[in-house]
Nanobody
Framework: QLQAFGGGLVQAGGSLRLPCAASGRTFSSYTMGWFRQAPGKERELVARIGWNTGSTYYAESVKGRFTISRDGAKNTVYLQMNSLRPEDTAVYYC????????????WGQGTQVTVSS
């Protein structure tokens, strides 16, 4: 299971850190991702990280502002969000998939992030 939390209301230019705690299994050999979905828009991949390799990917819209990381001891993945913009407002979800899986297999509940201008 995955549990995402840490969302909230923040002013533009502010920061938030979203933890995603994994339980019930270890996610070594998995790819961990953060997605977001804004009202009226499709869900989009924001960032992902290979649990074993640490390799990362970021959507262009968040590059240089967001950082994804993982803590093996805590079995937790983080999304550090800096320089937040109103367009970052969305429900954020964490997810996991085996490296070879075509789609994400495990999803956490969403956490709302609202950025005010």
């Amino acid at each position: 299971q995955l549990q995402a939390f840490g969302g909230g209301l923040v002013q533009a230019g502010g920061s938030l850190r979203l933890p995603c705690a994994a339980s019930g299994r270890t996610f070594s050999s998995y790819t961990m991702g953060w997605f977001r979905q804004a009202p009226g828009k499709e869900r989009e991949l924001v960032a992902r990280i290979g649990w074993n390799t640490g390799s990362t990917y970021y959507a262009e819209s968040v590059k240089g502002r967001f950082t994804i990381s993982r803590d093996g001891a805590k079995n937790t993945v983080y999304l550090q969000m800096n320089s937040l913009r109103p367009e970052d407002t969305a429900v954020y979800y964490c997810a996991a998939k085996r490296v070879t899986a075509p789609a994400y297999e495990y999803w956490g509940q969403g956490t709302q992030v609202t950025v005010s201008s």
